[in-house]
């Protein structure tokens, strides 16, 4: 399985802008679906967007659609979650996954590979 670490996470004010970054050890990077999910205080993981394998494709979650952009270098090894127009709702812990599927997905059961979270806070 692939190991990975978020990065990028802090506090910002309503209607700034934060970038993650999710960087994967192994050399099969690649091969790996990729997606954001994140867990609001007191409520459940959400599912946030996810990304190809070559990066072509790309869903998002009706309330982050048209603000939060997801992309990835696989010669880095490295998956990123731009977010905009940042709302006090944003506020979650955001994890990385990553499924070996080739069939896209957003059920957190599908993912083997978790990272341990980065904190989204948004201030209104």
């Known amino acids: 399985q692939v190991q990975l670490v978020e990065s990028g996470g802090g506090l910002v004010q309503a209607g700034g802008s934060l970038r993650l970054s999710c960087a994967a050890s192994?050399?099969?990077?690649?091969?790996?679906?990729m997606a954001w999910f994140r867990r609001p205080p007191g409520k459940e993981r959400d599912f946030v967007g996810s990304i190809s394998q070559n990066g072509a494709i790309t869903y998002y979650a009706d309330s982050v659609k048209g603000r939060f952009t997801i992309s990835r270098d696989n010669a880095k090894n490295t998956v990123y979650l731009q977010m905009n127009s940042l709302k006090p709702e944003d506020t979650a812990v955001y994890y990385c996954a990553a499924a070996q599927t080739v069939i896209p997905t957003r059920v957190p059961a599908d993912f083997r590979s978790w990272g341990q979270g980065t904190q989204v806070t948004v201030s209104s």
């Open positions: 192994g050399r099969t990077y690649s091969v790996y679906y």
